[in-house]
């Protein structure tokens, strides 16, 4: 268990998370209405057009719902959704008018057709998925009872099928969508992105954005106090360093779980628990981490659940070398996702281990980025999202490969499945990270989405009088 | 004298009892007095927390039974400290109520209960220790709305909450573009759908809502505009293509209404009688208006995005006050356009007030655009400089729309609080 002082700063780091992210609000808002044209020159370290966590993604894609700000799930390709059979069989209405960027209509084929797709790379909570009128009928063989949330996410944004998308200038399709921006062209590593007119949410303020993939993070700050970029990306733990040297800084919620999975199911269950108990938090988020985000032991920040302060976080080396007796362990690996901070951060873990008795070998991804398969433990964010800590909990767990819905809608009913998932230790959360961007004070009413990506649909450009000094 | 003696004994036995009991219904008055100030600020006013408190305990009952148990409450919450006294004390009488004792002292059971939240809603949860086990038990707890603060100071604006979109509709999450009241109903311009409130006993509740049927994509700083026919009843709506008529029947029950739409180019009356009759067309791709006035002012105006009349005998009965969407704010006087100084806070909305204080009509402007709490302030324009009139009066969200109301005394302000909630002020302005 943390002290309470270590748990009131945590807090009030929160806090200071938030009114940073307010005053940033603040300090970019408008003395105008939005301002409509302008270009925007965006650099990222990863793929903008990645699946999970790709920029490009989302201005380019709409899901049938998406995730308001607030954690809500609101309409967005559906007006409107029914239940019944107890939750195994879900209608999704469509709403009327929205054309592809090609300017074929969105219909509920299409719809279908895209889920399909969605569904031979990842898993799928639906059994089969049909057309009817305008509506898309979802059934299971489970109870689904988060599935307008899932679909928010984005493996389940609907494409255009791959037959209706043009080449882009790359000679590779594009990625057709009924988002506020089109993919115009794709080359020498730049994502470019224009203004959708008919978008069905109304055209972007902004009239296109230059997406400059796999760009170092010091070449990123670089070119943003140079003025050769809008916005940058900032790690969590180069946060502090962002605002030691001024730069704008919009820091999201926790929006990642930093965790260790274990992959060995031949470990003894004393042995995850010694493992658990063994790990360093605190270390990893003062030292590794600068102080950003929070120590966990739960899937579910505070801010979600309500509940977290309940898993205790604190090291217990002698408890964790009492849980393992006298059982030597067999040697094990720790893979790691990602570079910079993650892999410092699978060192330190294997440190920690050491002092309980278990001798752990950091090994790194492989250069295309995937992880080895025959790795005993990973090392890996997973993005929190979702409105209610069930159905947070729900897409958590998804993602951590169980598919066993937390059917109550209220916290007691997901603190007991969390704590039953967790006492199996098949997960050790560590830390919630929040995303953060480093901005150019030309950008107005810039906000986070709830995965902590910046709403470059809503942001909007100063006129060229307004930008005079 | 032996009787005396009694008599006097007896008297005195009286007088001693009489005394006790005298003495024991002051001290019970005083003890009860005494409680009554203890449980004065529960008992005044229904405590929020007498709920929350009454099932956390029932269910720690439940976990522990009959029993003496150790209490100790821990606040992780935005919950004042100074309340924390009050739900111990609730949670005490609670739990004695059904047999669980507790005290500070030391106990084989120990019940941790902490007062913890999410962004949604606060979360009182209890640990019971019996031994090396431990069980939790959890309530939820609404969270209370918060009021929002109010200026005060020289030329007083205040304002006054018409409507709320949490308290007075389902929540539709659609922005809300404008609002006006008629004789018949408060009418709310929302993106996709007029919706019409009528008054009862509860204050405006949902009557009917119609939807604004368009061909085209809506732009997304939607902009709309509600004026009243002349009858007082109905109105006409104007959003980005669409314009709607909306007609009252009275009848004996709640009358009829009926709104019909159809696809319109045609531009918009921001400015009405008396004071002028002034038409802009409206740019429906984007947030702004194209800068073409009928009747024309004589010169080429940019594309702005708010505009109002102020009275000036000396340029032909009025001049027009533009905000364009370069940021700049300029002035129609007579056939001359002229940069207005003093603007430099000034957002992109405000609207005419003729409050009959100072010059008799101020502008009301709104702060900025988009921050999360916005200011309106009242300014005189003698020349082509802008004078405060006012302090600043939080709007406790951001004012996306301005409108003189049709008396021409207050100005409707539509403020987005957050999301999905909207809020339509009517504001007034005091003379000193």
Redesign the interface.
């Given at each position: 268990m943390l002290p309470?002082c270590a748990?009131n700063a945590m807090?009030a780091r929160h806090i200071v998370v938030t009114l940073m992210l307010?005053a940033m609000?603040?300090s970019?808002?408008?003395?105008?209405?939005?301002?409509?044209g302008g270009s925007l020159r965006v650099e990222v370290e990863g793929d903008p057009l990645q699946r999970s966590d790709g920029i490009a993604w989302r201005l380019v894609l709409d899901g049938l719902t998406r995730v308001?700000?607030?954690?809500?799930v609101?309409p967005s390709l559906a007006v409107r959704w029914a239940s019944d059979d107890g939750g195994h069989r879900w209608q999704f209405w469509l709403r009327p008018g929205v054309s592809f960027h090609n300017s074929r209509p969105l219909n509920a084929l299409a719809v279908v057709t895209s889920l399909e797709e969605s569904c031979r790379a990842t898993a799928c909570p639906w059994t089969a998925v049909r057309t009817l009128g305008l509506s898309v009928v979802f059934l299971g063989d489970n109870p689904m009872p988060d599935l307008p949330a899932l679909l928010a996410e984005s493996e389940f944004l609907i494409k255009g099928s791959s037959a209706q998308a043009a080449e882009v200038e790359t000679g590779g399709p594009a990625i057709l969508g009924t988002g506020p921006f089109r993919m115009k062209d794709a080359k020498d590593g730049v994502v470019r992105l224009e203004a959708n007119?008919?978008?069905?949410?109304?055209?972007?303020?902004l009239d296109a954005i230059e997406i400059d993939a796999h760009r170092p993070a010091h070449e990123q700050w670089m070119d943003l106090s140079l003025g050769n970029a809008d916005l940058a990306e900032v790690r969590p733990s180069d946060i502090r360093q962002a605002h030691q040297q001024r730069m704008n800084v919009v820091v999201s919620p926790s929006v990642a779980l930093l965790a260790v999975e274990i992959h060995n199911t031949e470990l003894a269950p004393q042995l995850r628990a010694a493992m658990a108990l063994a790990m360093d938090r605190a270390a990893l988020f003062q030292v590794i981490f600068q102080k950003q985000g929070e120590v966990t032991a739960s899937l579910l920040p505070?801010?979600?659940?309500?509940?977290s302060?309940?898993f205790p976080a604190e090291r217990d080396l002698s408890r964790a070398q009492a849980l393992r007796g006298g059982v030597a362990p067999p040697p094990l690996t720790l893979a790691v996702d990602g570079t910079g901070a993650m892999q410092l951060a699978a060192e330190r873990l294997a440190l920690n281990l050491h002092d309980a008795g278990f001798t752990v070998r950091v090994i790194a991804a492989a250069s295309n980025g995937s992880i080895p398969i025959n790795a005993d433990l990973v090392l890996r964010t997973f993005p929190v999202v979702g409105?209610?800590?069930a159905e947070a909990l729900n897409a958590m767990l998804r993602r951590l490969g169980l598919n066993a819905p937390v059917l109550a809608q209220?916290?007691?009913a997901s603190?007991k499945a969390e704590r039953e998932f967790l006492d199996r230790h098949a997960v050790i959360p560590l830390l919630y990270l929040p995303r953060a961007w480093a901005v150019s004070g030309r950008l107005?009413?810039l906000q986070l989405t709830a995965e902590g990506l910046p709403d470059l649909?809503?942001v909007s450009l100063?006129?060229?009088?307004?930008e005079a000094p | 004298m032996a009787g005396n003696k009694d008599i006097r004994a007896d008297a005195k036995a009286k007088f001693m009892m009489s005394l006790k009991t005298r003495l024991g219904r002051i001290a019970c008055c005083l003890f009860g007095m005494m409680l009554l100030l203890m449980v004065s600020p529960l008992a005044q006013a229904e405590s929020p927390w007498e709920q929350p408190a009454a099932q956390l305990a029932a269910q720690v009952a439940e976990i522990l039974g009959a029993g003496q148990a150790q209490l100790t409450v821990?606040n992780?919450s935005t919950i004042a400290a100074q309340e924390l006294h009050a739900i111990r004390w609730l949670l005490e009488q609670d739990l004695r109520a059904r047999g669980v004792a507790t005290s500070s002292a030391e106990s084989a059971n120990v019940i941790r209960v902490?007062l913890?939240?999410?962004?949604?809603?606060?979360?009182w949860?209890a640990?019971v220790v019996e031994g090396n086990q431990t069980q939790?038990a959890?309530v939820?707890v609404d969270r209370e709305p918060m009021a929002a603060p109010v200026a005060e100071a020289g030329m007083v604006l205040e304002k006054k909450r018409v409507w709320d979109s949490l308290t007075a509709t389902a929540i539709s999450?659609a922005p809300v573009l404008a609002s006006l009241e008629t004789k018949a109903a408060l009418v709310v311009l929302e993106q996709d759908d007029i919706v019409v409130f009528t008054m009862t006993g509860a204050g405006w509740r949902e009557d009917k809502r119609f939807p604004v049927e368009r061909q085209?994509?809506?732009?997304?700083?939607?902009r709309g505009m509600l004026v009243p026919v002349a009858d007082g009843f109905g109105f006409t709506a104007y959003t980005a293509g669409t314009e709607c008529s909306g007609s009252y029947a009275p009848s004996a029950g709640n009358g009829d209404w009926s709104v019909r739409c159809h696809e319109s180019d045609d531009p918009w009356p921001v400015i009405g009688e008396p004071i002028a009759n002034v038409h802009a067309f409206y740019n429906a791709?984007?947030?702004?208006f194209t800068g073409v006035i009928t009747p024309s002012p004589g010169v080429d105006l940019i594309p702005f995005?708010s505009m109002a009349a102020l009275p000036r005998a000396a340029a032909g009965g009025y001049a027009l006050l533009v905000?364009g969407?370069?940021?700049?704010v300029q002035m129609v006087v007579g056939n001359a356009l002229k940069i207005v100084s003093g603007t430099r806070d000034?957002?992109?909305?405000f609207a005419a007030i003729y409050s009959g204080c100072g010059a008799g009509t101020q502008i009301l402007v709104s702060g900025?655009?988009?921050?999360?709490s916005d200011h309106l302030r009242a300014y005189e324009l003698p020349a082509q400089e802008a004078i405060a009139m006012s302090a600043p009066l939080e709007m406790g969200g951001t004012v996306m729309a301005l409108s003189t109301a049709p008396d021409g005394a207050s100005v409707w302000a539509v403020v987005r609080k957050?999301?999905?909630d909207y809020e339509v002020d009517r504001v007034t302005a005091l003379c000193p």
């Open positions: 309470r748990l807090l307010t609000a603040v970019a808002g408008a003395r105008t209405r939005p301002h409509y308001d700000f607030d954690g809500a609101r007119d008919d978008c069905w949410q109304g055209r972007p303020f505070a801010s979600l659940s309500g509940y302060f309940l409105g209610t800590p209220d916290a007691v603190y107005r009413d649909a809503n100063p006129s060229s009088s307004e | 821990n992780r902490t913890s939240e999410n962004v949604r809603e606060r979360l949860v640990e939790v959890m939820h999450g085209r994509a809506s732009s997304r700083d939607a791709s984007r947030d702004f995005y905000s969407i370069d940021g700049k000034w957002g992109s909305d900025s655009g988009e921050v999360e957050n999301a999905r």
